[in-house]
């Protein structure tokens, strides 16, 4: 398969660890990934030597690029500087106002008229080291978005994929569920990357679909506590639900939710479907409100 690899000159070393996609071939596959994104604000994390953003400057209505190292993010600058679609900021995606970028400017908002942002398309080679953190944080935002295809770890890609009883089944898997239908596209080997990693890739896309009115949890500090309820179940993997739940809750109350839920206290937490974990999570505020 054929690189794209410059050689006019030297590249630079960045010093985070990155793992650069370098093969064409596959890069058109990840873009395809996408869909149409001709009327499309598209968000590319870590675009690193811009192998991605080479294809989306010429598809994308708007590309907004989030380059923390400064070399690069200067010489993506200089080689899209002719692309009036295209922005790249200097800055680590974790700390960037997502707020800012896709919600409603300061004296454009028009009182009794609710902003519905245009849903942008996210993708990104994420590192590996801080991918959960990541994805995390755009699920935080996923009003603003409509479908995400990202790279990561193979193994990451299972645990982010895998289905209630499974042994990857997990809170990342509870909770990118929570917001979108998750699929694998295609696994990618070493020798796609520069330099290799020792691990394969895998592309996943997430198409954003929030469960959380289905569930039942449709008020806010709910779907926050709700979260917060899924880190306590799946606190030690090797714990039963009921010895990660009962430092929370009374005896008397985590005893009867079960039961009205019909979940089983020596249960572990990764047998337990979003359904289920939610039906748990009502029945134990029931509890502690008294009803």
Do not use: C
């Amino acid at each position: 398969m054929p690189k794209v690899v410059s050689t006019r000159r030297p590249q630079h070393q960045p010093k985070l660890g990155q793992h650069f996609l370098s093969d064409d071939s596959f890069a058109v596959q990840i873009v395809d990934g996408l869909g149409d994104v001709s009327q499309n604000t598209v968000l590319e994390i870590g675009p690193g030597r811009g192998v991605l953003t080479s294809l989306l400057a010429k598809r994308a209505r708007r590309l907004i690029a989030v380059e923390l190292d400064r070399v690069l993010a200067a010489q993506l600058r200089l080689r899209f500087g002719m692309f009036s679609n295209v922005e790249v900021i200097e800055a680590d995606i974790l700390s960037v106002d997502v707020d800012s970028l896709f919600g409603p400017k300061p004296g454009l908002r028009r009182p009794g008229i609710e902003f519905k942002p245009s849903p942008a398309k996210v993708i990104g080679n994420l590192p590996y080291y801080i991918t959960s953190d990541i994805l995390l944080r755009l699920l935080d935002y996923s009003k603003y978005f409509e479908t995400l295809v990202i790279l990561v770890q193979r193994e990451v890609a299972d645990r982010i994929s895998a289905l209630p009883g499974s042994r990857d089944y997990g809170l990342l898997s509870a909770t990118a569920q929570l917001y979108a239908r998750v699929e694998k596209l295609f696994t990618l080997p070493p020798a796609a990357f520069l330099p290799p990693p020792k691990v394969h890739s895998t592309a996943l896309r997430l198409t954003i679909a929030p469960r959380q009115q289905e569930l039942g949890l449709t008020e806010g500090y709910s779907n926050d506590a709700f979260i917060d309820f899924l880190k306590l179940s799946f606190g030690q993997k090797r714990k039963t639900l009921w010895n990660n739940l009962k430092s929370n809750y009374a005896d008397a109350d985590l005893r009867g939710a079960l039961a009205r839920a019909r979940v089983k206290p020596a249960v572990r937490a990764e047998t337990l479907t979003l359904e289920q974990s939610a039906a748990l999570f009502h029945a134990l505020r029931n509890s502690r409100d008294g009803s």
